[in-house]
């Protein structure tokens, strides 16, 4: 069974540093990578697609993705009170088609100012 | 981009009564959709999803049902509610079968009493 693990926390990081979020998943195939955002009572934002080994930014996010060690991983630098959020990590295994995505149950970011 | 109108956004029912969300999508055509629930404290579960017209398939054994009557539009319906589809209901697409990511729409936030 293809699984996706996250800490649920909740990780407390200081306003200003790097909030750092991991996940790892089970299967050596996996094809592509999402990192969506959830505040509490909303729907699922995506912020970041990677798809090849290494580091992807945008803006304040930087995705790593290393297939070897099956584990891609979120930083958010400076960080602010706005990104206090559930951050779901989700995988697309090889070949999974409509049903291939699987989330991990999220891990709860607190941004303390 | 495509966009997701998804109603209600709250719905409060009864044990017993039906039910019916709806979906629509603009800015895309022939999208995969999908119906994901959200327990409280949970992560997503996928409901059912669709690769086109008529096209259902069934993720997990309930008491729901699911049909997509036009390209664009994909229904979420059950004869009777139970307490335990209480959840936050998500409505998501893709604009293909291969490494495009979810988008949701803003979901309805069901109660069954």
């Known amino acids: 069974q293809k699984e996706v693990e996250q800490n649920s926390g909740p990780l407390s990081v200081p306003e200003g540093a790097i909030a750092s979020l991991n996940c790892t998943y089970s299967?050596?195939?996996?094809?592509?990578f999402f990192w969506y955002r959830q505040y509490s009572g909303k729907s699922p934002e995506l912020i970041m697609s990677?798809?090849?080994?290494g580091d992807k930014e945008d803006g304040r996010f930087t995705a790593q993705l290393n297939k070897a060690s099956q584990y891609v991983s979120l930083l958010i630098r400076d960080s602010q009170p706005s990104d206090s959020a559930t951050y779901l990590c989700?995988?697309?295994?090889?070949?999974?088609?409509?049903?291939?995505?699987?989330f991990g149950k999220g891990t709860h970011l607190i941004i303390q100012p | 981009s495509q966009t997701i109108h998804q109603w209600p956004a709250t719905l409060v029912q009864p044990v017993g009564s039906p039910l019916s969300l709806e979906c629509t999508v603009e800015?895309?055509?022939?999208?995969?959709l999908y119906w994901y629930r959200q327990a409280a404290g949970r992560g997503l579960q996928l409901l059912f999803y669709?690769?086109?017209?008529?096209?259902i398939s069934s993720e997990v054994p309930q008491n729901l049902s699911a049909s997509r009557p036009q390209d664009r539009q994909f229904i979420l319906s059950s004869k009777k509610l139970l307490l335990s589809d209480s959840g936050f209901y998500l409505c998501?697409?893709?604009?293909?079968?291969?490494?495009?990511?979810?988008?949701f729409g803003n979901g309805t936030r069901l109660t069954v009493t």
């Open positions: 998501a697409c893709t604009r293909d079968r291969g490494n495009s990511p979810l988008h």
């Open positions: 990677i798809y090849s080994n």
């Open positions: 299967d050596r195939v996996s094809q592509s």
């Open positions: 989700a995988v697309n295994w090889k070949g999974g088609g409509a049903d291939g995505l699987t």
């Open positions: 800015g895309t055509s022939n999208p995969n």
């Open positions: 669709s690769v086109g017209i008529g096209q």
